[in-house]
């Protein structure tokens, strides 16, 4: 199976400017989380969807919001662009199992606002 | 979900098994231990992960103690690209919704020649 790609891998942005990042999570998989990743606060959640409805939120500013379509595919959007904005962006597709949920990580995509 | 304690730094031989210890004292007879490791710059991969018995796959094992207190994650056969950030995380499995991940800090272990 192929693994978890998001797209793009690298973004360079200025303050004020919006972004839309995308996820294709593991075929068959349903739900998918977004997590944002800096060297000051660690790996943080943002959301998860699963079957187009977002089932869980962290404690991220509505400027992020999300979104998934009806192949799984997920976007994340952040709009008004902040310098603390500038983080590794990381997608997990969810994998329920039998014998404990595992998340499977893409590669990221890295986010610079200027 | 239950705290974890890692030491900050290993070095392993390469070729040599690397023993990645994980405290995790307050566990809930819920809750499994998982195992992922971080590469520089590069999204988080799973390892691992197990409730209670011993488990083994194609990367690693891991050693469960009776108690459920402890446990440690076994590379065999360390090689340079093993270089990475390991995190020990302890997570109840979730019934109908996907939880949160959160890594502490961590071990980073460093594979030599």
């Known amino acids: 199976k192929a693994g978890v790609t998001q797209t793009p891998r690298y973004l360079i942005k200025t303050r004020g400017q919006q972004v839309t990042l995308s996820c294709s999570p593991i075929?068959?998989?349903?739900?998918v989380s977004w997590y944002q990743q800096t060297p000051g606060q660690g790996l943080q959640f943002l959301f998860e969807y699963f079957s187009e409805t977002q089932r869980n939120k962290g404690n991220f500013p509505g400027r992020f919001s999300g979104r998934q379509f009806s192949n799984s595919r997920s976007e994340m959007n952040v709009s008004t662009l902040e310098l603390g904005d500038s983080a590794l962006y990381l997608c997990?597709?969810?994998?329920?199992?039998?014998?404990?949920?595992?998340?499977?990580f893409g590669p990221g995509t890295r986010l610079l606002v200027l | 979900d239950a705290k974890t304690t890692q030491p900050p730094s290993m070095d392993c031989a390469e070729g040599r098994a690397a023993n990645l210890p994980c405290n995790h004292s307050t566990i809930s007879g819920n809750e499994y231990v998982y195992w992922y490791r971080q590469i520089h710059s590069q999204g988080p991969q799973y390892i691992i992960h197990g409730l209670k018995n011993n488990e083994t796959n194609e990367m690693a094992s891991l050693i469960i103690t009776e108690d459920r207190k402890s446990s440690t994650l076994i590379l065999p056969h360390a090689t340079l690209r093993d270089t990475a950030v390991y995190y020990c995380i302890v997570r109840v499995f979730p019934t109908g919704t996907a939880s949160k991940l959160t890594f502490g800090t961590g071990t980073r272990l460093q594979v030599t020649l």
């Open positions: 075929s068959g998989h349903r739900s």
């Open positions: 997990a597709s969810n994998d329920p199992g039998l014998a404990g949920e595992t998340q499977y």
